[in-house]
């Protein structure tokens, strides 16, 4: 699921940038509790909050769209 790759993405990021939730709150001005159920894969975030996050962690979001035949 794409929520749960994200939340890992995000959680392997922060880690390795060595940022606690808390610090990665206040740099992206996104509350601690969405942040921590986000990386849980909990929840229904909004691309806007996926993307403050990104931002901060330095990383890109790609979302392909594609047209189903039916």
Do not use: W
Not at 1 to 10: D, K, P, S
Not at 50 to 55: C, E
């Amino acid at each position: 699921m794409l929520v749960n790759q994200i939340a890992e993405t995000i959680r392997t990021r922060r880690k390795e940038l060595e940022i606690t939730q808390s610090h990665l709150s206040e740099l992206s001005d996104i509350s601690v509790n969405t942040i921590y159920k986000l990386e849980r894969g909990q929840g229904n975030p909004s691309l806007e909050i996926i993307q403050k996050l990104m931002n901060v962690l330095g990383l890109e979001l790609n979302i392909e769209v594609k047209k189903v035949n039916k």
